[in-house]
């Protein structure tokens, strides 16, 4: 059975430590000029996040929810826009950035589920990859990125998993695998 061509960025699948995801999330304030998407890789600038962009930028987690600061009480309500609650990713056109924060998991302990764009170089544990990175999917709010097939010189992430099942051929175009980020940022942003 063929994979279906799905691309929905880093999905975290579990940790190296047995630490539960939930514990782990963490906020930071988001850059200005970049929409941001669930999903999306996550890097540093001037400590604020934005969505990885090119191939050495270091990764410090994967967005996994955007929060918007409650105009009546200026804190931080969680992971929720309170002028709207159907916000699906952070649209950098529509929103005032220093009011905005992005939730993400940091990516040092966790392993993810990301999918190829096409048919991968002979995909085995320990091989890496380069990334594509693209701009979110606006309708569904998630991330477009994905793992480079060809690419195996820049690497960005390296398998660490191949999961196996019927709808799921890792030698196959689309196919998903477990990885781990390359270069990875090991401090923790300002908060």
């Not at 061509?5 to 939930?22: C, E, I, Q, W």
């Not at 996994?64 to 009546?72: A, E, I, P, Q, Y």
């Not at 398998?159 to 196959?172: R, S």
């Amino acid at each position: 059975m063929a994979n279906v061509n799905r691309p929905r960025g880093f999905t975290p699948v579990k940790t190296l430590s047995g630490a539960p995801l939930s514990g782990m999330i963490r906020q930071v304030g988001v850059a200005d000029s970049a929409d941001i998407f669930i999903g999306d890789a996550l890097t540093l600038s001037s400590g604020l996040a934005a969505a990885a962009s090119a191939h050495a930028d270091n990764i410090i987690g994967v967005a996994v929810g955007f929060g918007k600061k409650d105009d009546s009480t200026k804190y931080w309500g969680g992971a929720v826009n309170p002028d709207n609650l159907e916000t699906l990713y952070y649209d950098d056109s529509a929103s005032t950035h220093t009011d905005w924060a992005v939730f993400y998991v940091p990516v040092e302990d966790v392993i993810f589920e990301a999918q190829f764009d096409g048919t991968p170089t002979t995909p085995t544990v320990s091989q890496g990859y380069g990334l594509i990175y693209t701009t979110g999917n606006t309708s569904t709010g998630r991330s477009l990125q994905e793992i480079d097939g060809d690419d195996t010189t820049e690497v960005d992430v390296v398998i660490v998993e191949l999961p196996q099942g019927p709808n799921n051929d890792v030698t196959a175009a689309y196919g998903r695998v477990y990885v781990m980020f390359d270069d990875v940022v090991f401090d923790r942003p300002p908060e």
